[in-house]
């Protein structure tokens, strides 16, 4: 079971995974035809897989010789595997790209442009050139900026210029704030090599303890933010309809997300095993996202 964790959470399958799914169900969400988006999510798969993998092949780099974790070792370990990996999800995230409309292009390709962005030498700082992500105290808003063009702006974006209605805003809202209260604590994770390089975060600017405390509430307005997706604004729409739909069942697996992220989150600390965050954090975005997807079809199938 240990291994069979490893190789999906350290391949970036899991995560990449949880990607692909929260796109397919934030098209159920706003009534976008679900077939329209199967490449869309074909390419949100291998892309993340790709972006990931790169990511941590570029942070082994960084990271110091003597620095320890189950993690480190095992992509240590894999590491020329992961190269060639990192290739095939890139070409098959390329294939899709070509698949998809100019607007979803558009909006891939700024996202694409900050992951690497995210990973590679580009903004001068203290002397040096340095990648995004160690700028101060914007790491995980880059990650929840990213993961919102790519899974929510990119489904209602079948035309351009790309129109906005307010379940469009709403459900970006709703990525952003999920993703930033899952992603806070891996700045708890990362607190003792941030240090070491002097890269100053959330962390280390408000403490674990508050820290936690940030992801917490961000957890809470993501939960308000889906009872105005799920509850409020179906009802505003057209109140009969919405007791005819599957919205209200569909806002439990929101809760279910929302809350065991909080669960997850509360117990967090610097000392936690790496999988903590990477297998069970990202497990929330899988569980809430099949859910909503698997609810939302149902009027589908009956």
């Known amino acids: ?22 796109t397919l169900a934030n098209a159920v969400v706003i009534k976008v035809p679900i077939e329209s988006v199967f490449s869309l999510s074909a390419f949100v798969f291998f892309a993340t897989a790709a972006a990931y993998t790169f990511l941590r092949l570029v942070g082994l780099v960084e990271k110091h010789v003597e620095a320890k ?24 995230a390329l294939y899709f790209f070509f698949q998809l409309n100019v607007a979803r292009q558009i909006v891939l390709a700024a996202s694409m442009l900050l992951s690497v962005l995210y990973g590679i030498p580009c903004v001068p700082f203290k002397g040096k050139l340095r990648p995004l992500r160690q700028l101060p105290y914007i790491k995980t808003i880059l990650v929840a900026l990213t993961w919102m063009l ?39 994770r990362d607190a003792k090599w941030d240090k070491e390089i002097e890269l100053p975060t959330i962390a280390h600017l408000l403490g674990v303890k508050r820290t936690r405390q940030l992801a917490l509430a961000m957890l809470i307005v993501y939960l ?41 989150v ?19 975005i899988i569980i809430q996202s099949i859910g909503i997807l698997l609810i939302l079809s149902l009027d589908r199938w009956m």
Not at 69 to 92: D, N, Q
Not at 155 to 183: E, H, K, M
Not at 266 to 284: A, C, L, V, W
């Open 69 to 92: 974790s189950e993690f480190l070792h095992w992509v240590r370990k894999y590491k020329y595997p992961l190269m060639v990996w990192t290739g095939i999800t890139a070409s098959a």
């Open 266 to 284: 509360q117990k967090i600390d610097e000392n936690s095993p790496d999988h903590y965050f990477t297998f069970r954090i990202d497990g929330m």
């Open 224 to 264: 308000l933010l889906g009872f105005g997706l799920f509850i409020f604004l179906p009802c505003y729409i057209n109140y009969p309809a919405f007791f005819r739909s599957y919205y209200l069942a569909a806002f439990v697996a929101v809760l279910f997300g929302g809350i065991g992220g909080y669960i997850i």
């Open 1 to 22: 079971m240990r291994t069979l964790r490893n190789l999906l959470v350290y391949s970036n399958v899991w995560i990449a995974l949880a990607a692909s799914s929260l």
């Open 150 to 188: 790519t899974t929510a702006v990119t489904v209602y974006a079948s035309n351009w210029p790309i129109t906005l209605r307010p379940q469009d805003i709403l459900l970006c809202l709703f990525v952003f704030t999920f993703i930033l209260g899952l992603t806070i604590p891996f700045d708890i």
